[in-house]
């Protein structure tokens, strides 16, 4: 039972350049997240998805796209990076919407852009 | 106005002496959830513990206990004894029911214990 797996874990992307993180989980959860972690502060929610097609924006979306034709795969999409992008990001699942049994979090991919 | 507030950024203990991490909430909720979470040097993020609001009994488990008082909105993390292993960032988390699609999280606390 492997959870969460992100992909890939380190990146280095220069300005303006695109690039997909991988979020898979194979626990059937209908809830996934994407945060963003900056250092010293606390998680910031992007995107998030209630189920398969049916995505929303969370707190900082801009910058950023996501899909979610299935219900194990969740990718969040970087369009022309910039320095700010420059963080740790977190996929997370739930199985139910008030996260009963807290999140499932990623091991998260840290991202630098140059 | 931030919803989860942590205020201490950093704690540095001796190991075997007992912590307290705060962790001071904002809702109009009346139905809401509490969490706790562990991110170890390594990163990952590693569930603690989840609180309702209707539920303010004190919470053990091993060394570790949560005191929930919702007179003064707050949920606080004590680790009994402290260990090396225990270092790590905790983080104090809110899940409204009428926004309960995300968690607001705290700014974390930065646990060291000393041996």
């Known amino acids: 039972n492997a959870g969460v797996t992100q992909t890939p874990k380190f990146r280095i992307l220069k300005i303006g350049q695109s690039m997909t993180l991988q979020c898979a989980q194979d626990?059937?959860?209908?809830?996934m997240y994407w945060y963003r972690q900056d250092p010293g502060m606390g998680l910031k929610l992007i995107y998030y998805?209630?189920?398969?097609?049916?995505?929303d924006k969370g707190e900082v979306p801009n910058g950023y796209n996501v899909s979610r034709s299935t219900t194990e795969d969740f990718p969040l999409r970087l369009e022309l990076a910039a320095p700010s992008q420059t963080s740790v990001y977190f996929c997370a699942s739930s199985y139910d919407r008030y996260a009963n049994y807290g999140y499932t979090f990623g091991s998260g991919t840290r991202l630098t852009v140059v | 106005a931030q919803k989860v507030t942590q205020a201490q950024t950093e704690i540095s203990v001796v190991e075997k002496e007992d912590v307290t991490l705060d962790c001071v909430y904002e809702t109009r909720d009346t139905t809401y959830y509490l969490f706790w979470y562990k991110q170890p040097p390594s990163g990952e993020l590693v569930f603690l513990i989840r609180r309702n609001s209707f539920d303010e009994q004190n919470e053990i488990s091993g060394r570790y206990s949560w005191n929930f008082q919702k007179s003064t909105s707050s949920f606080n993390f004590t680790i009994t004894a402290s260990q090396v292993v225990d270092s790590a960032v905790y983080f104090c988390?809110?899940?409204?029911?009428?926004?309960?699609?995300?968690?607001?999280f705290g700014t974390g606390t930065s646990l060291t214990v000393i041996p």
């Open positions: 998805s209630v189920g398969a097609g049916i995505t």
């Open positions: 988390a809110l899940s409204e029911v009428n926004t309960g699609n995300q968690f607001y």
């Open positions: 626990m059937n959860h209908n809830y």
